[in-house]
């Protein structure tokens, strides 16, 4: 069984609004403990007393940064030239992985080809495949998938690209600041993208603008 520290140590680290606050010393310890005992009785199956959780939220705020220092402060030397790169209009369709995948996979990238302009990335993984195209390319999906199961389908989605350079490769945690900072501002993400030096959110249209403000924001020279 959990123990209450394990516990309460648990429910901070879900919550990035809960690791911002306890790190920064915003949070009223006592308030909190408060407002977790009832989950944590549930959890527990058990009483647990006040004290008991501020002791643990304490213990938990001790070892958390006190100040918005590494992966987030190096973006000043991380980035390659503070650049951010957006596409708008996206389709975002998944598909049940199948013995075809890899020839519709093929036909795909084969058709779409001789089009300017048009983008398209398919990602495989283990019983599933996501398609991400822009709007003109809808129809030469659907006509290379059209023997596939589709499981679901997003569209009126745009991406936000912060292209960095390879030195982020060295600095952990740098994808969880980045993500951090757009949960404190309550933008969704409805799919992530990484390569090599380039981070890829997709995002509904309403939380593109915020999206592209808190990037800025952190690679502002």
Request: aromatic share 4%; with cysteine; hydrophobic share 40%.
């Amino acid at each position: 069984m959990l123990s209450i520290s394990t516990k309460v140590e648990r429910l901070v680290m879900e919550s990035p609004f809960l690791t911002e606050g306890l790190g920064r010393g915003l949070i009223n310890l006592s308030e909190l403990a408060r407002q977790l005992q009832p989950q944590l009785e549930t959890d527990l199956w058990k009483p647990v007393g006040q004290a008991a959780v501020v002791m643990a939220l304490r213990r938990v705020a001790e070892r958390l940064p006190q100040h918005e220092t590494g992966p987030l402060a190096e973006l000043q030397l991380a980035r390659k030239s503070g650049e951010l790169t957006t596409r708008t209009d996206l389709t975002m369709t998944t598909y049940k992985y199948s013995e075809n995948t890899y020839e519709c996979h093929r036909q795909l990238l084969e058709m779409v080809a001789p089009q300017q302009g048009a983008f398209v990335t398919v990602t495989r993984g283990i019983n599933e495949v996501m398609v991400i195209c822009s709007r003109p390319l809808i129809n030469v999906v659907d006509q290379v998938f059209v023997h596939e199961r589709e499981l679901a389908r997003l569209e009126s989605l745009n991406a936000v690209t912060l292209h960095l350079n390879p030195d982020t490769l060295d600095m952990p945690g740098i994808y969880h600041g980045i993500l951090k900072k757009l949960a404190w501002e309550k933008i969704n993400l409805v799919n992530m993208i990484c390569t090599h030096t380039e981070l890829t959110v997709l995002l509904e249209q309403r939380h593109t603008g915020a999206a592209i403000s808190v990037l800025s924001r952190l690679v502002a020279h």
